[in-house]
């Protein structure tokens, strides 16, 4: 993908709605190489790369969290934390339906319906964060005081090493 432009996303339009400065970083997109893709293709560690996880409870309320690249998410946890029997990921088609976003491709920015917002809390402690723009093959990296800010994020901790 050549630099030309920031393609135009629904979470593009939320993040410059909102007047958050961001960079873009668009890289070679290959299917389902995750976030170890994207941060090889980057340069950056993976850990500050994140993943938009598009999840929902036993009521089938959806959810979103925000992962660490290298790290996964207890469901477990997650379900004691917010008071439910149990998390699970949502089927790609339930994601998109969710989001507007194909499975790759997600932000948690500029979604279609609005979710509420995990995030594990270390993340908030990095100083720039990789994150997805709304695109396969395009992360925009920003401050993550302006992902708290935009988004409200309940803060947790439920990852865990791969």
Known sequence: MAKDKTPVTPAVR?????GISFTDHPYAYEEKGGTAVSSREL????????KTLVMEDDRKQPLIVLMHGDLQVSTKELA????ARSVEPCKPETA?????????GTSPFGTKKQLRVYVEETILE????YI????????VGLAPADL?????????RVGYAK
């Open 80 to 83: 004691r934390l917010i008071g």
């Open 43 to 50: 340069g950056v560690d993976e850990h500050s790369v994140i």
């Open 96 to 104: 998109q339906k969710h989001t507007g976003y194909l499975t790759g």
């Open 126 to 129: 990095l100083p720039k964060i």
């Open 14 to 18: 939320a993040l410059r709605g909102a």
């Open 148 to 156: 708290t800010n935009l988004l409200q994020p309940i803060p947790v």
């Open 132 to 139: 997805n723009g709304g695109k396969r093959g395009f992360l």
